[in-house]
């Protein structure tokens, strides 16, 4: 199962420039967590990662600095029918 939660500073997972606020979505059968990450001011990825290994799930290489992605996170937690994602339309 998914659960799309939202981290708090001093987490791992928290990024000052987070354009998904600060949320992850993780899996309660494994150690895997999809979160965003900062490429630079204008480029934003979503990452799967495992232990040390990490995988692009999605990149957002032209936006506009302070752009949100959160509706973009939000539809991908409604793909995996995460507890916690916004309902479906």
Do not use: H
């Not at 001093?10 to 490429?39: H, M, W, Y």
């Not at 032209?62 to 996170?73: I, T, W």
């Amino acid at each position: 199962m998914w659960m799309l939660v939202q981290v708090s500073r001093g987490s791992k997972f928290f990024d000052p420039e987070s354009r998904v606020e600060n949320q992850v979505l993780i899996c309660d059968t494994s150690d895997l967590v999809i979160a965003g990450r900062s490429l630079g001011p204008t480029a934003y990825r979503f990452e799967a990662r495992k232990g040390t290994e990490n995988f692009s799930m999605a990149e957002f290489p032209a936006l506009e600095p302070g752009a949100s992605l959160v509706d973009k996170f939000g539809e991908l937690a409604q793909r995996l029918d995460a507890v916690g994602a916004p309902p479906r339309r």
